[in-house]
């Protein structure tokens, strides 16, 4: 079982900025991607950004240019720096990890608990 522990949610006004940091637990489970996704009450959680372990990156449209997202592979972590923020970025902020685990070679994917962004007009 792999834990990932979100951090850096919290409230700010518009315009201003915070970053996430989500650590994965060690285990003898390679992560491939890791990526952020969000939810608001009410609708389905929906992609934010991925970064694949060769550096890879996509995100949603509606972020492109406020956001970036990093690893540190040798850490297991990923982080998301969100600048210029909306009211409507305002959702829980989950840390998504996709990878295999070596012995096994079975793959799946892990979740963190959520962390809050509330972002003020």
């Known amino acids: 079982q792999v834990q990932l522990v979100e951090s850096g949610g919290g409230l700010v006004q518009a315009g201003k900025s915070l970053r996430l940091s989500c650590a994965a637990s060690?285990?003898?489970?390679?992560?491939?991607?890791m990526g952020w996704y969000r939810q608001v009450p009410g609708k389905q959680r929906e992609f934010v950004a991925t970064i694949s372990r060769g550096g890879g990156i996509n995100y949603i449209e509606s972020v492109k240019g406020r956001f970036t997202i990093s690893r540190d592979n040798a850490k297991n972590a990923v982080f998301l720096q969100m600048n210029s923020l909306k009211p409507e970025d305002t959702a829980v902020y989950y840390c998504?990890?996709?990878?295999?685990?070596?012995?096994?070679?079975?793959?799946?994917?892990?979740w963190g608990q959520g962390t809050q962004v509330t972002v003020s007009s």
């Open positions: 060690r285990s003898e489970f390679t992560i491939n991607d």
């Open positions: 998504n990890a996709v990878g295999v685990y070596e012995r096994t070679g079975r793959g799946s994917t892990y």
